[in-house]
């Protein structure tokens, strides 16, 4: 394919990255607008801060794709409504197709009574908060002895982690709206904190709940199965803290003194089949859980205001794609404007997921690009307003001089990673702002 055709990539996670590399290997030259200083996004401030072996294969792979020619990355740049840019100027530079593979930016709330207390928290806050990212990992979490979680995924294990391991709370109760058997962790992230799981009340809950599983038939040790499976192969246990579970129960409203939450209200619900699927039915029967703390991990949503249409928290695909790739739509309303990733799908799967549908998103472009010749992109224009910005723009090299510091850094503090959490100091790192 020839290098004529530009392509413009929103986001420099997963999705967005294998994507940049599929592309610029295919000839297309990738220009990739990150909001980071750092590419990586889930990679690099979603997984849990330990596990280096994983991170490490990955930004290797990142680098590569980085170090080829057709690839240009500008960091530091927020295309938004209220961003360095519009997506509707960016759409105006003549890139003959665009890649929006930003996640899932957006911050999914309940829009309960009580959610504007302090030490009511938002899952993905507090991630990019213990991961050093920008200006999350500045900001100071009201983090209590008690904590409540709202969620069973995967999402739920890594912060129960860092409540437990790093916070040291004295009890963190993973509250579920639905049953023991509806929880969506995996076996091999549960057996990170699975040491920490009361077992005698686990079996007082698991009581509790009986009648309610067996309204609807359902085998209460199916759900004993699920949330123990990972008991063989826990971790060692590191810290006093407990884990709880508290089932059938949906959050209704935080109460508060003093504009801290001091209790939960949840409406106790039962189980209900439909079409096969075990759902919840709120029975009208509320209760209050003591917490200091209360962190939503019910998902993410995308950000409405980078400015493509949307319809029920999701950007619009189009229902009948001309370039599908296994039967699946990257495609939105806009001719040549395709959406990867959790763009596409917010919070679904990890990154072996992001993956895969950043680099089928990219193979969908490229049946597109044949379809069409080269617009002619203004390179030039893009350069005028890059240089325009009167702001720190990141390119390549930058981000290879900071990498190079951070592993300097981490040897001498004898640690596997360093990371510098602020965008000050990767700024002076880089030699982009003046050393105070």
């Given at each position: 394919m020839d290098a004529t055709y530009r392509v413009a990539i929103i986001g420099a996670g997963p999705a967005g990255l294998f994507a940049a590399r599929e592309l610029a290997e295919q000839g297309v030259h990738v220009t990739i607008f990150n909001?980071?200083?750092?590419?990586?996004?889930?990679?690099e401030y979603g997984i849990y801060p330990d596990k280096h072996n994983m991170k490490e294969m990955l930004r290797k792979q990142f680098r590569i794709a980085l170090e080829n020619p057709n690839l240009d990355y500008y960091g530091n740049i927020l295309i938004a409504n209220n961003g360095d840019f519009t997506f509707d100027e960016l759409h105006s530079f003549g890139f003959d197709a665009i890649l929006v593979?930003?996640?899932?930016?957006?911050?999914?709330?309940?829009?309960?009574?009580?959610?504007?207390?302090?030490?009511?928290?938002?899952a993905k806050d507090v991630v990019y908060?213990?991961?050093?990212?920008?200006p999350y990992s500045q900001k100071k979490f009201r983090i209590g002895k008690r904590c409540a979680i709202i969620g069973t995924g995967n999402v739920m294990v890594d912060v129960a982690r860092h409540l437990i391991q790093a916070?040291?709370?004295?009890?963190?109760?993973?509250?579920?709206?639905?049953?023991?058997?509806?929880?969506?962790?995996?076996k091999d992230e549960m057996k990170h904190i699975i040491a920490y799981l009361d077992l005698d009340a686990f079996e007082r809950e698991m009581e509790r709940v009986l009648p309610a599983l067996q309204a609807v038939n359902q085998d209460p040790e199916m759900g004993r199965k699920k949330v123990l499976d990972s008991l063989a192969k826990a971790d060692p246990s590191v810290a006093d803290g407990k884990l709880y579970f508290d089932f059938l129960a949906s959050p209704t409203a935080m109460f508060g003194e003093d504009g801290s939450v001091t209790k939960l209200e949840v409406e106790e619900?039962?189980?209900?089949?439909?079409?096969?699927?075990?759902?919840?039915?709120?029975?009208?029967?509320?209760?209050?859980?003591?917490?200091?703390?209360?962190?939503?991990?019910?998902g993410d949503t995308i950000d409405e205001s980078l400015g493509l249409q949307t319809s029920k928290?999701?950007?619009?695909q189009q229902r009948e794609p001309r370039f599908p790739i296994d039967g699946v739509s990257f495609e939105t309303p806009v001719d040549g404007v395709f959406?990867?990733?959790?763009?596409?799908?917010?919070?679904?799967?990890?990154?072996?997921?992001?993956?895969?549908?950043?680099?089928?998103?990219?193979?969908a472009i490229e049946q597109f690009l044949q379809t069409i010749q080269p617009n002619g992109a203004d390179a030039e224009a893009i350069e005028a307003?890059?240089?325009?910005?009167?702001?720190?723009?990141?390119?390549?090299?930058?981000?290879?001089?900071?990498?190079?510091?951070?592993?300097?850094?981490?040897?001498?503090?004898?640690?596997?990673?360093?990371?510098?959490?602020?965008?000050?100091?990767?700024?002076?790192?880089?030699?982009l702002v003046e050393t105070a």
């Open positions: 909001r980071d200083i750092k590419p990586g996004g889930l990679v593979a930003a996640g899932a930016q957006g911050t999914k709330w309940l829009g309960l009574p009580g959610e504007e207390l302090d030490g009511v928290y938002h908060g213990y991961n050093s990212l920008p916070q040291k709370v004295d009890e963190v109760i993973a509250v579920n709206r639905r049953g023991p058997a509806e929880v969506n962790f995996t619900n039962i189980l209900v089949e439909k079409n096969g699927q075990i759902g919840a039915k709120g029975t009208g029967i509320k209760r209050t859980i003591d917490v200091d703390t209360v962190i939503f991990a019910i928290n999701e950007f619009v959406i990867g990733g959790w763009a596409r799908k917010a919070s679904n799967g990890l990154v072996g997921y992001a993956r895969r549908d950043g680099t089928n998103a990219a193979k307003k890059i240089k325009g910005l009167n702001k720190p723009v990141i390119l390549k090299e930058d981000v290879k001089r900071l990498e190079v510091v951070e592993a300097e850094e981490a040897k001498r503090r004898g640690l596997d990673f360093f990371k510098c959490s602020t965008n000050e100091e990767m700024l002076q790192i880089m030699g």
